[in-house]
């Protein structure tokens, strides 16, 4: 077995989440940048599929079409439960594809897309306060599938967006339990990837039992995807972003 990996897989041990070998059962979970849909992206063969940009659908890389998903705007916390579309191939550094009237929905920042997407079991009960079609789906044929389940806290009590321009974001490596364990996968991260600044790694206690290994700040999407493929490739799955706000 490679060196390397083996030393992830000691790892998985005293890490809360993050690493290969991801727990099927539990329901997908992720932070980071949403893909916000363009038909030019298909054409010129960046996505294989396409969308209707003037309804509110999305789509997913890994989870089946009519998977139900939360997205949430973790700057104001408006949220939105949708079922997927489908399921479509994106480049693996966004965590969804969105149409724009989801963008407008969640008042999100088309330059900073900040995004949560949740998958919700189907055996997992949630609660629905309020359902809403869109004005758009109701000119579909009755026989279509309706994709908007529920939407919370969008059409009143808009919050003002504060500009990116002084946003910083983190790629959170992993969780751990333990002090120790985040300096020593840090230190192995310096060693084997010689082409990462290592003066971008920090270790953050956020409590007694969570310990997180940080990559940043960065202050633009560009700046950071470099980081965040080479971090992928060093055996992660799931790498969440943050903001400093």
């Keep these: 077995m490679n060196c390397k990996f083996a030393f992830l897989f000691l790892l998985l041990i005293s890490c809360t989440h993050n690493l290969n070998g991801s727990n099927n059962s539990k329901p997908f979970s992720s932070k980071g940048i949403a893909y916000i849909y363009s038909v030019a992206d298909f054409n010129n063969k960046i996505i294989n599929k396409k969308l209707n940009n003037n309804l509110p659908q999305i789509a997913h890389n890994k989870l089946s079409p009519g998977s139900l998903i939360k997205l949430t705007n973790p700057k104001t916390n408006e949220s939105i439960i949708l079922r997927n579309s489908k399921k479509i191939e994106y480049p693996d550094f966004y965590k969804i594809l969105i149409t724009e009237p989801i963008v407008d929905k969640l008042n999100l920042e088309y330059k900073l ?133």
């Design 113 to 245: 897309p900040l995004i949560e997407v949740i998958e919700l079991k189907k055996n997992k009960s949630f609660v629905a306060q309020k359902t809403k079609i869109f004005k758009e789906e109701k000119k579909i044929h009755s026989n279509a599938p309706i994709e908007i389940v529920k939407i919370d806290n969008i059409s009143k009590n808009k919050k003002k967006i504060k500009s990116s321009s002084k946003t910083k974001l983190f790629i959170i490596i992993a969780e751990f339990y333990s002090n120790k364990s985040a300096h020593l996968l840090k230190k192995r991260i310096t060693k084997e990837l010689t082409n990462f600044d290592s003066n971008k790694l920090s270790v953050k206690t956020v409590t007694a039992n969570k310990i997180t290994l940080l990559s940043g700040p960065y202050s633009s999407i560009n700046l950071m995807k470099n980081d965040y493929i080479q971090l992928k490739n060093f055996g992660f799955e799931e790498l969440d972003i943050t903001t400093n706000e």
